[in-house]
Protein backbone atom coordinates (compact mmCIF):
# COMPACT_ATOMS: atom_id res chain seq x y z
CA UNK A 1 0.00 0.00 0.00
CA UNK A 2 1.71 3.11 -1.06
CA UNK A 3 -0.17 6.77 -0.71
CA UNK A 4 1.04 10.05 -2.08
CA UNK A 5 -0.35 13.53 -0.74
CA UNK A 6 -1.50 15.56 -3.32
CA UNK A 7 -0.87 18.91 -2.94
CA UNK A 8 -1.89 22.69 -4.57
CA UNK A 9 0.11 25.92 -3.98
CA UNK A 10 -3.07 27.77 -4.82
CA UNK A 11 -4.49 27.38 -1.35
CA UNK A 12 -2.84 28.23 1.87
CA UNK A 13 -1.28 25.89 3.75
CA UNK A 14 -3.17 23.13 6.01
CA UNK A 15 -3.64 24.47 9.81
CA UNK A 16 -2.60 20.97 11.28
CA UNK A 17 -0.81 18.00 10.36
CA UNK A 18 -2.52 16.43 7.28
CA UNK A 19 -2.49 16.50 3.59
CA UNK A 20 -4.95 18.27 1.38
CA UNK A 21 -5.69 15.24 -0.26
CA UNK A 22 -3.77 12.12 -0.34
CA UNK A 23 -3.96 9.17 -3.36
CA UNK A 24 -4.25 5.53 -2.67
CA UNK A 25 -6.11 2.37 -4.18
CA UNK A 26 -7.73 4.13 -6.86
CA UNK A 27 -8.72 7.07 -4.95
CA UNK A 28 -8.22 10.59 -3.84
CA UNK A 29 -9.28 11.48 0.07
CA UNK A 30 -9.59 15.08 0.47
CA UNK A 31 -9.17 16.59 3.58
CA UNK A 32 -12.01 18.59 4.61
CA UNK A 33 -11.76 22.24 2.96
CA UNK A 34 -12.93 25.71 4.81
CA UNK A 35 -13.07 29.18 2.99
CA UNK A 36 -9.20 30.16 3.96
CA UNK A 37 -8.29 33.11 1.52
CA UNK A 38 -4.95 31.93 0.31
CA UNK A 39 -3.68 35.39 0.51
CA UNK A 40 -4.65 35.83 3.95
CA UNK A 41 -4.82 32.52 5.27
CA UNK A 42 -7.93 34.01 7.11
CA UNK A 43 -11.82 32.53 6.46
CA UNK A 44 -13.47 35.02 3.70
CA UNK A 45 -15.77 37.35 5.04
CA UNK A 46 -19.37 37.44 4.07
CA UNK A 47 -20.94 34.49 5.49
CA UNK A 48 -22.37 31.36 3.68
CA UNK A 49 -22.12 32.40 0.34
CA UNK A 50 -18.63 33.52 -0.37
CA UNK A 51 -17.50 31.02 2.30
CA UNK A 52 -19.08 28.23 -0.36
CA UNK A 53 -17.39 29.72 -3.62
CA UNK A 54 -14.00 29.95 -1.83
CA UNK A 55 -13.93 26.37 -0.82
CA UNK A 56 -15.27 25.05 -4.20
CA UNK A 57 -12.22 27.07 -5.16
CA UNK A 58 -9.76 25.34 -3.28
CA UNK A 59 -11.34 22.16 -3.51
CA UNK A 60 -11.18 22.89 -7.44
CA UNK A 61 -7.14 24.06 -6.94
CA UNK A 62 -6.66 20.38 -5.49
CA UNK A 63 -8.26 18.74 -8.00
CA UNK A 64 -6.31 20.55 -10.21
CA UNK A 65 -3.12 19.31 -8.76
CA UNK A 66 -4.26 15.64 -9.15
CA UNK A 67 -5.13 16.20 -13.01
CA UNK A 68 -9.03 15.50 -11.78
CA UNK A 69 -12.50 17.93 -11.67
CA UNK A 70 -15.69 18.17 -10.31
CA UNK A 71 -17.08 15.07 -12.66
CA UNK A 72 -14.85 12.73 -10.81
CA UNK A 73 -15.91 13.00 -7.17
CA UNK A 74 -18.10 10.31 -6.26
CA UNK A 75 -18.75 11.36 -2.97
CA UNK A 76 -18.88 14.88 -1.00
CA UNK A 77 -19.23 15.22 2.96
CA UNK A 78 -20.80 18.93 3.91
CA UNK A 79 -20.56 20.38 7.49
CA UNK A 80 -22.69 23.44 8.61
CA UNK A 81 -22.43 25.08 11.66
CA UNK A 82 -26.48 26.08 10.93
CA UNK A 83 -28.57 23.97 8.63
CA UNK A 84 -30.44 27.14 8.28
CA UNK A 85 -27.71 27.79 5.51
CA UNK A 86 -28.50 24.68 3.98
CA UNK A 87 -30.53 25.86 0.94
CA UNK A 88 -27.65 28.89 0.34
CA UNK A 89 -24.86 26.44 0.33
CA UNK A 90 -26.62 23.50 -2.04
CA UNK A 91 -27.23 26.84 -4.56
CA UNK A 92 -23.67 26.93 -5.16
CA UNK A 93 -23.28 23.29 -4.75
CA UNK A 94 -25.26 22.56 -7.43
CA UNK A 95 -23.21 24.74 -10.30
CA UNK A 96 -19.96 22.72 -9.45
CA UNK A 97 -21.33 19.12 -9.87
CA UNK A 98 -23.80 17.73 -12.84
CA UNK A 99 -25.98 14.14 -12.99
CA UNK A 100 -25.20 11.73 -12.18
CA UNK A 101 -24.17 13.54 -8.62
CA UNK A 102 -21.67 12.30 -6.04
CA UNK A 103 -22.98 10.61 -3.42
CA UNK A 104 -23.59 13.42 -0.19
CA UNK A 105 -23.48 13.42 3.58
CA UNK A 106 -24.48 17.37 4.78
CA UNK A 107 -24.40 17.46 8.89
CA UNK A 108 -24.27 20.40 11.03
CA UNK A 109 -21.53 20.42 13.18
CA UNK A 110 -20.96 23.22 16.39
CA UNK A 111 -18.04 24.75 15.27
CA UNK A 112 -15.45 24.04 12.68
CA UNK A 113 -11.95 25.35 11.90
CA UNK A 114 -11.06 29.07 11.88
CA UNK A 115 -14.63 30.06 12.85
CA UNK A 116 -15.91 28.77 9.55
CA UNK A 117 -19.70 27.74 8.31
CA UNK A 118 -19.36 25.32 6.17
CA UNK A 119 -16.40 22.96 5.29
CA UNK A 120 -16.76 20.05 2.22
CA UNK A 121 -14.65 17.11 1.76
CA UNK A 122 -14.69 14.58 -1.52
CA UNK A 123 -13.68 11.22 -2.57
CA UNK A 124 -12.30 11.36 -6.06
CA UNK A 125 -11.86 8.31 -8.46
CA UNK A 126 -8.71 8.02 -9.93
Not at 50 to 72: C, I, M, W, Y
Not at 89 to 94: E, K, L
Amino acid sequence: MSKTAITSPEIAAPVGPFSQAVKIDGFLFFSGQVAQDPATGKVVEGGIVPETERVFQNLSAVLKAAGKSFDDVVRAGVFLTNMTDFAAMNGIYAKYFSQPFPARTTIAAAALPLGACVEIDLVVKV
